[in-house]
């Protein structure tokens, strides 16, 4: 058990919707970062924020954002979705910006959209 | 900027064999970590092994050790006595500079088979 905490572990919506997903860091862990990771397109970095703050950005679709609580919890909303954002997103948590530290990963949201 | 190249789409080794996976990264950073991930069939993301790139002494640990060689830029992961629990996808990984966001930049994984 890495310590991060990932809500719902699988999600089954239609194309159009918008979900919300949900990450709880490692307790003192201020690094949030999300990932997505397709069938064909391995982990791909989207989005980290850093003790409430976006850090960096990376490909992530307009449709997409994210934001990190005062409690340090983070959600990742995804809107109009097509079939092609069907894929497996990882929350990550690291305890600040140190680059040596280690990057903890929940288990994962499982999305299919149909 | 930085990517990550795993060549070896996939890989096979025979149980308590040695078995050596490919990455080789581009940056041109001067301080970074790297990383090997592993991702077994449940789908979680497991730290194996980090490397940083100031540190000559090639990571070990317990039978996954690495071969860094930074002017190559080539981090190979190389697994000793392999067990049929290592069968899975493995990602080797570049973390930089907080500066410049200090996410982990991944390849794009070697799947590794270990027959009994």
Known sequence: DSGVTQTPKHLITATGQRVTLRCSPRSGDLSVYWYQQSLDQGLQFLIQYYNGEERAKGNILERFSAQQFPDLHSELNLSSLELGDSALYFCASSVDLGVGNTIYFGEGSWLTVV | ?116
């Open chain 2, 1 to 116: 900027a930085q990517t990550v190249t795993q060549s070896q789409p996939e890989m096979s080794v025979q149980e308590a064999e040695t078995v050596t996976l490919s990455c080789t990264y581009d940056t041109s950073e001067s301080d970074y970590y790297l990383f090997w991930y592993k991702q077994p069939p449940s789908r979680q993301m497991i730290l194996v092994i980090r490397q940083e790139a100031y540190k000559q002494q090639n990571a070990t640990e317990n039978r996954f050790s690495v071969n860094f060689q930074k002017a190559a830029k080539s981090f190979s992961l190389k697994i000793s006595d392999s067990q049929l629990g290592d069968a899975a996808m493995y990602f080797c990984a570049y973390r930089a500079d907080p500066t410049y966001g200090n996410k982990l930049v991944f390849g794009a994984g070697t799947i590794l088979r270990v027959k009994s």
